[in-house]
């Protein structure tokens, strides 16, 4: 008997999330701060399996900051460290300091390989969809690539009927799903990636997932299995899957891409990540 062969699986890519907006020194001596740090930090994730590194910066007091210049000397030490090798991509969250207009003029300042958009963040409520309708115009002229934040279902179906509206100006759009909070203690478990993919629900070509806590692996092989994309790090996760506090962020992105492999899952290298984001939004 002949086996059928089976359908080519698309490639997983891992995208390392290693600081955050919130957390500091205190919280793990090997959270990246400074932009030697953070070039260490991407060439040790990239070696662990990472296709994409997801940035924020600081000011001199080690707050989050959006500043172009910040991002500028943080993106040539990690490109000095990496080359193209990651894709890089930086952060517009909030953090409570910036408003839709700062998180956007950032972005086109800097004019990054790609950015991250929270859409409760940068449309609030009705009124600042013609402006964020302008801004993803920007991105598509300057060729930067987007992904969407997501925190939950409703938002999901906010950024369906913006696209049916004509408001995106992509047939597809990479998106982020983020499993739980920024609350103390917080786990996500890999059910919370449920409501995102019943039926009924807006479906992306490209979604990435996040999780809080130790299951993250967890949740994010599920997601993986599903047909996703995962990112892991110190940003949402300090843990192991066995509960002991992780070395470093490359530690969290092998625990993510171990499973991954041996249940023959390839894993996608930036190039991939770069054509699979071309293709969808062109």
């Not at 090997?30 to 990472?50: F, K, N, V």
């Amino acid at each position: 008997m002949t086996e059928t062969p089976k359908a080519e699986r698309a490639p997983v890519a891992i995208a390392a999330a290693p600081n955050g907006g919130r957390r500091g020194k205190q919280d793990h001596p090997a959270l990246p701060i400074t932009a030697r740090e953070l070039a260490q930090t991407a060439s040790a994730c990239l070696e662990a399996g990472a296709a994409m590194f997801h940035l924020h910066v600081r000011d001199r007091d080690g707050q989050h900051v959006l500043d172009a210049d910040a991002y500028r000397e943080a993106v040539e030490a990690v490109r000095g460290a990496v080359g193209d090798r990651l894709v890089i991509q930086i952060t517009t969250e909030a953090v409570g300091r910036y408003q839709p207009q700062e998180q956007m003029n950032v972005v086109r300042a800097l004019k990054p390989e790609a950015a991250s958009l929270a859409l409760r963040e940068l449309v609030p409520d009705s009124s600042y969809e013609a402006e964020f309708a302008r801004f993803l115009a920007f991105l598509e002229k300057e060729a930067i690539a987007p992904q969407i934040i997501l925190y939950a279902p409703e938002e999901a179906r906010a950024l369906a009927d913006m696209m049916a509206r004509g408001l995106v100006p992509f047939d597809d759009i990479p998106v982020l799903y983020v499993l739980g909070r920024y609350t103390v203690g917080q786990r996500s478990v890999p059910q919370d990636l449920l409501p995102f993919l019943a039926p009924g629900m807006p479906r992306f070509s490209h979604f990435m997932v996040c999780a809080f806590g130790q299951e993250e692996a967890a949740c994010v092989t599920a997601a993986a299995l599903l047909g996703g994309h995962v990112r892991v790090g110190f940003e949402n996760n300090l843990f192991l899957p066995n509960g002991g506090l992780a070395p470093d962020n490359a530690a969290l992105v092998a625990a993510a891409a171990e499973p991954l492999r041996a249940l023959g899952r390839k894993l996608a290298d930036a190039d991939r990540l770069r054509a699979d984001w071309s293709l969808l939004m062109n």
